[in-house]
């Protein structure tokens, strides 16, 4: 919504001006963390049954956060999205940075979940009558994974940053 | 209207016969008058304005029958031993009829049907402070998701289940906080106090946490007289189905900050052809 305010103020502000990279950012970033939580739900819940809806032992901060990442990540799908279109129409798309903001996300709530919400607030486990160690080092490595890797294509984005180009070959950047 | 295994079950504490059947017409009544007037407005003022949106009149139809389906019939009778079809009930009432027939636009059909004085005054009403204060996000989901924490956290559902004048005004508050809710996020009627988007989207997004936190609080610490097994059925039913329309409640939100913030050359047209739409209708 700044970024709208400042292109209201400034009218000779092109794609180039650093409200619609933040926003390019924040659009990945909030599908990353949406995409993961999604797949969390529909997979493991509700596919494999390997998560429980609830844990005995999970604590009662677990359950708020387990609530609150819950509303916000179907905010957060919904509201990406909306960003996405918002920057297409604005000619302001840059696919590099945006992917880098997915993977970022993505890895940022995986390890959130891997290791606060499901061993210090017991929220669930990832599975249940298990070995958990391989599956937990699976979970949290992968999550480091995408972190890293989002996090190479923001900072590539950001080292050869150009004015963009008219046509949609933003591969090359 | 199965009341037959509502008899059977009624005995004991639960709420006698006459009474249950006296409080499921008193609960219906109102939403099947909402039902006529609003045809009866749609009717009269397509005389004198342009032609009341038929998907507006659907919206609202639903919407009245969703409540009128949690109040009265097979599943008002169920819920009273069985806490899923409650859990039902609630989400038809409190969620799905208040999004209904808030896409239906009723304040703009009353504002049009009436005559210029009796708007105004409306109008007037619309923009006093207690509605201002009633219609903020913050006070209609504290309202909202505030009311429920109460009733499945204390004693209320079960005294619900015992006395009809609680039992009525619980209904009538469900009802009633969700519609304020739903309207105080997404704009479809004029809204003379406007929360910004980022206000809205974080009281939702915080409002909506609160429900998904009381459904698992629900499957974990069953209200008194509901069983583990209920309660944990219930529970779940409340996460999910609280979803798939808060997923509604979103994306109406996001489409409209999406509408708003479209690039400058036609912000100004935009405002121009809603301020004429006003005007025509």
């Not at chain 2, 499921?24 to 032609?51: D, G, M, W």
Request: net charge positive; hydrophobic share 50%.
């Amino acid at each position: 919504m700044t970024a709208g305010k400042m292109n209201l103020k400034n009218p000779s502000h092109d794609a180039t001006s650093s409200p619609y990279l933040a926003r390019n950012l924040w659009s990945g970033f909030l599908l990353g963390l949406g995409l993961v939580a999604f797949i969390d739900e529909a997979v493991f819940h509700q596919l494999l049954h390997w998560h429980h809806f609830y844990d005995k032992s999970t604590t009662s901060i677990g359950l708020v956060s387990d609530g609150l990442f819950h509303a916000f990540s179907w905010f957060a799908t919904v509201g990406s999205l909306f960003m996405l279109a918002d920057l297409r129409r604005r000619n302001a798309l840059r696919l590099t940075r945006w992917r880098g903001g997915v993977l970022l996300g993505a890895g940022i709530f995986q390890l959130y979940d891997g290791t606060i919400q499901h061993k210090l607030m017991r929220l669930h486990q990832i599975r249940y009558n298990v070995n958990l160690l391989p599956y937990d080092l699976t979970w949290n490595i992968i999550a480091i994974g995408m972190m890293i890797a989002g996090a190479i294509l923001i900072i590539r984005a950001r080292n050869d940053l150009q004015p963009p180009r008219e046509t949609h070959s933003h591969e090359h950047q | 209207m199965n009341i037959n295994n509502y008899v059977h079950h009624s005995t004991g504490t639960h709420i006698d016969y006459a009474n249950g059947i006296l409080a499921q017409l008193l609960l219906a009544l109102p939403f099947f008058l909402l039902l006529v007037v609003y045809i009866f407005a749609a009717f009269i003022s397509n005389r004198r304005h342009k032609h009341w949106p038929i998907h507006r009149t659907i919206f609202w139809a639903l919407g009245v029958l969703c409540a009128i389906a949690a109040v009265i019939g097979p599943l008002a009778n169920r819920a009273h031993m069985d806490f899923t079809a409650h859990m039902m009930g609630h989400l038809l009432l409190g969620m799905l009829a208040p999004l209904l027939m808030a896409l239906a636009a009723p304040m703009t059909l009353v504002l049009r049907t009436l005559n210029v004085t009796l708007a105004r005054r409306l109008s007037n009403v619309l923009k006093s402070w207690p509605i201002r204060i009633l219609g903020h996000p913050v006070v209609a989901s504290c309202l909202n998701v505030g009311g429920l924490w109460l009733l499945y956290t204390t004693d209320l559902y079960a005294m619900m289940q015992r006395n009809v004048l609680l039992h009525i005004l619980v209904h009538i508050h469900v009802f009633l906080a969700g519609y304020v809710f739903t309207v105080s996020m997404i704009y479809i009627d004029p809204m003379p106090h406007k929360s910004s988007f980022v206000c809205r989207a974080v009281v939702l997004t915080v409002a909506l946490a609160g429900h998904s936190i009381l459904s698992k609080y629900i499957y974990a610490h069953p209200p008194h007289g509901v069983s583990t097994e209920q309660a944990e059925m219930g529970g779940m039913l409340m996460y999910y189905g609280g979803d798939v329309i808060d997923a509604v409640l979103i994306f109406m939100l996001c489409f409209q900050w999406f509408k708003a913030t479209r690039p400058r050359a036609s912000v100004g047209m935009e405002q121009y052809s809603k301020v004429s739409n006003y005007n025509q209708g």
